[in-house]
């Protein structure tokens, strides 16, 4: 029940580890500086590394993602481990479901909701592995199922169940046993009072640049959305570049909007920003949503939702544990096909998993485990799939009614939705529209944003989440600014999505840690519960005390 983490006790580090902070400013920092000074270097040096890690570990990837959703429904299905509390005896819930679902929902996925509701059943309506054994035509009415089996595969329950593994082991022992909120507390069922040196200030520094990496694909991809809409609404040629992507002069004066607005919100905490921010972007999603639900295909995305659904769910199996072998045309171009799509997912999703694992471990303190494990995991992958259903199934329909004329197909990933709502809607109405998706952009960007600091600043203040840790905000939105403005100006949204599978490998191995420590942890409070003794520091505190 007590894992000490030395830290500072005055000067700017005051409640800070400089184990942890220092080498992680100066990761970052270095990273920054490569990519700003040396940008060929960078470039070549992180293209070789990349082809190295995707080709050599796809299947420790795979594979480990398959074993942290088994790991998750396990423990929500198992009785007596479903009805354990992520907190001490009878502790309430802080936030109500709405608030909390609505937090969930914003920082985790809703960026890349924005950015691939079309954007990937689009992609996978022209190739997918069906088309690629020759079984179907691309872009036809024959490819549109197969589509959602993969697009459901990648925004469904890999990507939560990564979230709530991490979540759950950080916040169980946390909150039971008054551990510190941060990621190494996640492994003290397994190496015991060993985390509070070396290897945990090592572990707690992998999980920070993690964070800032994965955070920064999700920032990449909505400032690039960001600009394409705000291009859409006439705001000037100076946004965009001849092959349509974003400005380097646009790329920077997003980021000191979003940025900025993002520090700002940090500052007020999660009971303020965070929460009034997370429920204002959840209500205009639900606005947005309605909309292509009653303008757009609305009946065949409901039937795309429901065959989806049931592909999904019949297919979950195989499809999470296959992997593609090449040795002919056919192989090879599957095994590009999943290093390209699947296995960079899983990689994203394990590199988002500190900060969003340790954000929804801070806003749900008082459930049970099945409660947390089944909302955290079902709901948020269900409003994925109605998103993928209704706004891509309009577009496809659009598309293979030659509505569209091939405007959706052919626009960049970054605009595919406004191409969509320019075919849906007349010229009027869809420039409303493309206010309301941009308002809604920067919402989830801010909400990404500062709740990514916060998590830095917690980790790095060994779990500590108020006080004079606020300080270091400012670094951590301007590093993460920098992040996002050096790869996207000297390298496009591909320098980012490199750069984070690459810091995604080393927490990978604490991820799988984790979920053999959160069993160890179940199975043993079990044990103890079975022999009358105490499970939580609370009880532990009024056993002693009645002894």
């Not at 423990?75 to 001490?88: D, K, M, N, V």
């Not at 996925?109 to 054994?133: C, K, Q």
């Not at 990648?154 to 046993?177: D, E, M, N």
């Not at 980012?496 to 409070?525: C, N």
Request: overall charge neutral; some cysteine.
């Amino acid at each position: 029940m007590e894992l000490p983490i030395n830290t500072h006790d005055r000067g700017f580090y005051d409640g800070f580890s400089r184990a942890v902070t220092i080498p992680s400013k100066v990761i970052v920092s270095l990273i920054i500086m490569w990519a700003i000074f040396f940008p060929v270097s960078a470039s070549e040096t992180l293209s070789a590394a990349n082809s190295t890690i995707i080709s050599s570990f796809a299947g420790w990837y795979v594979y480990l993602v398959a074993a942290l959703m088994a790991v998750c429904f396990l423990l929500a299905l198992w009785p007596i481990a479903g009805s354990l509390r992520i907190g001490q005896q009878d502790e309430k819930p802080e936030f109500g479901r709405f608030s909390w679902f609505a937090m969930l929902f914003g920082a985790g996925i809703g960026i890349g909701m924005l950015t691939y509701s079309v954007g990937e059943p689009m992609a996978h309506f022209g190739n997918n592995p069906d088309i690629i054994r020759g079984t179907v035509e691309p872009l036809s009415a024959q490819a549109v199922r197969p589509a959602y089996i993969y697009t459901f595969l990648h925004w469904g329950f890999a990507a939560w169940a990564s979230y709530a593994l991490v979540g759950l082991a950080i916040g169980y022992v946390a909150y039971r046993r008054n551990l510190p909120l941060t990621i190494r507390s996640a492994l003290a069922p397994l190496f015991g009072l060993r985390m509070s040196g070396i290897w945990g200030h090592l572990i707690d520094v992998v999980a920070v640049v993690a964070t800032i990496l994965g955070v920064a694909v999700t920032m990449g991809l909505g400032v690039e959305q960001f600009v394409a809409g705000l291009a859409r609404l006439g705001l000037g040629n100076w946004l965009l570049d001849a092959d349509g992507s974003s400005s380097a002069a646009a790329v920077i004066v997003a980021l000191l909007v979003l940025v900025g607005a993002s520090t700002i919100s940090a500052l007020s905490g999660v009971g303020r920003g965070i929460k009034w921010l997370s429920n204002l972007n959840m209500g205009l999603s639900f606005a947005l949503l309605a909309l292509f639900a009653i303008a757009g295909s609305g009946l065949l995305g409901l039937e795309l939702l429901a065959t989806g659904l049931w592909d999904y769910l019949r297919t979950i199996v195989p499809n999470s544990l296959t992997m593609f072998s090449g040795g002919s045309e056919t192989g090879d171009a599957l095994v590009q096909w999943q290093l390209d799509w699947s296995v960079f997912y899983w990689a994203w999703w394990i590199a988002f998993a500190p900060f969003v694992g340790m954000f929804i471990a801070r806003i749900s303190r008082g459930r049970t485990v099945r409660e947390y494990v089944l909302g955290v995991i079902l709901v948020p992958s269900l409003m994925c799939f109605v998103w993928m259903a209704l706004v891509g199934g309009t577009a496809i329909d659009l598309e293979l009614s030659g509505a569209a004329g091939g405007s959706i197909v052919e626009a960049g990933i970054s605009d595919q939705l406004f191409a969509t709502l320019s075919v849906l809607l007349s010229e009027g109405v869809a420039n409303v529209v493309f206010g309301l998706v941009v308002i809604l952009l920067m919402t989830y960007l801010v909400t990404s944003a500062d709740s990514a600091i916060l998590i830095v600043n917690t980790i790095n203040g060994a779990g500590e989440t108020e006080g004079q840790r606020r300080n270091h905000i400012l670094f951590w939105g301007a590093a993460l600014a920098f992040v996002v403005g050096s790869m996207l100006i000297l390298g496009g949204i591909d320098a980012i999505r490199i750069t984070m599978i690459i810091g995604a490998l080393p927490f990978s191995f604490v991820v799988a840690l984790m979920a053999i420590a959160i069993v160890k942890a179940v199975v043993f409070d079990l044990r103890r519960k079975r022999h009358g003794v105490p499970t939580t520091a609370e009880g532990c505190a009024d056993w002693a005390g009645a002894k």
